[in-house]
């Protein structure tokens, strides 16, 4: 070994070479730098605290998952899973409430398959927060923990499905760490979506329609969400061809067996008949409800009620126009009740000139169907009549002669019709068990029920809940668990800000959306000072930053924490 002197840049650096024969030369191999050169002419010894190497192959996605992390443990997540599905609530190392947590926090960032989750898993810093080895997380990891929330069991031939009493027991977490106002009990909506389903294997899976009208495989999703902070109560998993109003008694049964105190239910008015109503009343829980204009008593009501727009009757202004209510006391569903009919003024002047001018354009068809029809057969005129009419025959009477050398087709408006349809444009019908509640009360609560309407679309366009891909009933319901528990850590998040933000205004969900794309971008890296390791975190922001400190979480991205290095 020898070693040399190099001069670069006025300073001279000590460098190593060792002697190597090839054949008959003598060539120097270049060892490595020993360091800049000092006034006794050995090498200067740096300090252990420079940092001497950065481990780029550590650098892992940190920011959302490490806050979604911390909520979930916050909400006893994977204590609660793993105490009903293993009899354990602390379980060191792998367990189903970290695997299907995680899976949650999947829904929310990136969704997945569960083929592609355990690729997805290794990119983030998942593996450490749960403490599990990265090579554990394999697909039939995630689908065996799936299995220990709901399965089959071969020797008593039943279904057992824990995921009733975890969502009972993770809601009662949350409502005693957030409690309602004084005096204040639940108020809650119920609402039923259909999620669109590949596969005919599942017996879940069946022919119904969705909203628009339009069959096709599914199976449905209803859900039970808090008025007060949007937060979910229960869900319920039916077949596709289930309607809202055949599931009313599951829900009233739910309500029953949990330990929920008795509050005020609000549903549409697809689920309201007279026997849904009087289950109701025959419980301790108040129901605000729509009353269809199919009814007979509701459209005798709703003709028979005139509303004056005036500061008396006025509710609220909405995007679709003013709202007035009144209260009647009159005859509904076999005995005399209270109840409030609504206006939309807008919506009023909408629906009748949107009648109006379809019903005019029909006339002027008519009329031309009198000039060019006249050699026609009778059976083609009727038919063709009957196709110009359409939905409209309430409205327009119409007769075909037979006399070729007259007008072929006579028509006319019905206006005792057409002025029963404009007393009834833009009102509606709403019923509350609890008749103390004022008329712009009932209004209020029920037209805020649209919230639950927003957490469907959380979980079709966010979570991407479908199509469900899973072909076996209890996997199906699995993995709809799963969306709902990804759904509580969003609706946590989304209520801290709203307590976090000062002036007490409401934080719409593109703020919580734009925080967890932010954090997106925060990396753990690890970095080597001599023989200590430190952990860094980039790209924390001052608004992240600002964040986690309105959260409650201020050191969650601190770079002090320093160990000791294997060397």
């Known amino acids: 070994m020898a070693i040399c002197r190099e001069k670069r840049g006025g300073r001279v650096y000590l460098v190593e070479y060792k002697s190597i024969r090839e054949g008959d030369k003598i060539k120097h191999k270049f060892v490595r730098y020993l360091g800049r050169e000092g006034p006794d002419g050995k090498p200067i010894k740096t300090s252990k605290h420079v940092l001497s190497k950065v481990k780029r192959q550590f650098s892992l996605r940190a920011g959302d998952v490490t806050l979604l992390w911390r909520l979930a443990q916050d909400l006893d997540f994977i204590e609660t899973i793993d105490r009903f599905c293993c009899g354990e609530s602390s379980i060191e190392g792998p367990s189903p409430g970290k695997f299907l947590t995680i899976w949650a926090i999947n829904r929310i960032l990136d969704p997945e398959s569960c083929t592609q989750l355990e690729r997805w898993v290794k990119t983030t810093e998942l593996p450490n927060l749960s403490g599990i080895e990265k090579e554990l997380f ?10 220990f929330v709901c399965y089959y069991d071969t020797t008593s031939r039943n279904c057992i499905d824990h995921t009733a ?11 005693n760490k957030h409690l309602l106002p004084h005096g204040q009990k639940e108020t809650i909506a119920y609402d039923l979506t259909s999620v669109l389903f590949f596969g005919v294997s599942c017996p879940l899976a069946e022919l119904g329609y969705n909203a628009k009208g339009v069959k096709r495989r599914q199976v449905n999703l209803a859900l039970l969400v808090s008025r007060y902070d949007k937060h979910p109560i229960t869900h319920f998993v039916y077949n596709g061809s289930r309607n809202s109003s055949s599931t009313v008694k599951n829900l009233l049964a739910r309500l029953i067996d949990t330990a ?25 829980w108040k129901l605000i409800c729509g009353i269809p204009k199919t009814s007979n008593d509701a459209v005798n009501i709703l003709r028979n009620t005139e509303i004056s727009p005036s500061p008396l009757s006025f509710v609220r202004k909405s995007k679709s126009g003013s709202i007035y209510a009144k209260k009647v006391k009159c005859k509904l569903f076999d005995r005399e009740r209270d109840v409030v009919v609504y206006t939309n003024q807008k919506r009023k ?39 110009i009419v359409g939905d409209y025959e309430d409205y327009i009477w119409t007769r075909v002669s037979r006399k070729k050398d007259d007008s072929r087709v006579k028509w006319g408006y019905k206006k005792r019709e057409l002025g029963k349809a404009d007393n009834m444009d833009g009102k509606y019908l709403l019923y509350s068990t609890d008749e103390s509640l004022a008329a712009r009360a009932v209004v209020n609560t029920y037209l805020e029920k649209d919230f639950i309407e927003k957490v469907f679309r959380v979980f079709k366009s966010k979570e991407e809940i479908e199509p469900v891909r899973h072909r076996l009933e209890t996997r199906v319901k699995g993995i709809i668990f799963i969306c709902v528990l990804a759904y509580r850590l969003l609706s946590a998040l989304q209520w801290n800000l709203n307590v976090a933000q000062s002036d007490g205004e409401d934080i719409s969900w593109e703020r919580a959306e734009r925080l967890l794309r932010v954090l997106s971008r925060v990396e753990r890296m690890e970095v080597t000072y001599g023989k200590q390791r430190q952990v860094w ?23 002090s924490n320093v160990e000791s290095a294997d060397m």
Do not use: C
């Open 537 to 559: 975190y980039l790209n924390v922001v001052d608004e992240i930053k600002k964040s986690m400190k309105l959260l409650g979480y201020p050191g969650l991205f601190d770079d």
């Open 138 to 147: 394999t697909k039939d990891a995630f689908l065996t923990a799936l299995d």
């Open 349 to 387: 002047i909408s629906e009748t000139d949107t009648r109006n001018e379809a019903l005019f354009d029909i006339g002027k068809e008519l009329e031309l169907l009198n000039e060019k029809g006249g050699g026609w057969s009778e059976k083609k005129l009727h038919d063709t009549v009957k196709s």
């Open 165 to 175: 009493v975890i969502d009972e027991t993770l809601y009662q977490i949350w409502r």
């Open 260 to 284: 929920l105190d008795a509050g005020t239910i609000i549903w549409d008015r697809g689920n309201v008949s007279k026997e849904h109503v009087k289950m109701v009343e025959g419980t301790e």
